[in-house]
């Protein structure tokens, strides 16, 4: 993400979290409150996370398009597959999300979601993605 943020044209912010790399182009934070990841989301013109709760369920709550670039277990970037499980789930559940497997993919996603934002498209109703949000949102709480 941080080669893209150098001719993207708008400022990018990665929560890089333990990850050692510096960021070259983009302005990086390992962790913040909640409250300040909220206004990131909020200020965003698309999101690009992993594969987990927090991005799937701000986007939508936010209209922000979605590129879901989920770790990978068999690459030990991550325990287990259960990225690439929820990755899959995913797919085609909404104009506004893409998943992306490969890093060579993420610059082309990160331009289609870019388009997207700037023609307003929003999420549409959809009984699948939101049970599969609803579902997310009951697991964190419990937690």
Not at 8 to 17: A, D, M, P, R, Y
């Amino acid at each position: 993400m941080d080669e893209i943020a150098e001719n993207l044209g708008v400022e990018v912010i990665i929560q890089k979290g333990f990850t050692p790399y510096e960021t070259h182009f983009a302005k990086s934070f390992t962790f913040v409150p909640y409250e300040e990841a909220l206004r990131f989301f909020k200020k965003a013109k698309a999101i690009v996370g992993h594969a987990s709760a927090g991005p799937i369920m701000h986007a939508r709550a936010f209209n922000k398009p979605l590129i879901i670039f989920p770790r990978d277990g068999e690459r030990q970037e991550i325990i287990d597959n259960h990225q690439i499980e929820t990755a899959r789930a995913m797919v085609g559940s909404s104009k506004m999300i893409e998943v992306v497997y490969h890093e060579d993919d993420l610059k082309v996603a990160v331009q289609r979601a870019m388009a997207k934002a700037e023609e307003g498209l929003s999420y549409e109703a959809n009984s699948s993605l939101s049970s599969l949000i609803g579902y997310i949102k009951g697991f964190v709480q419990g937690i």
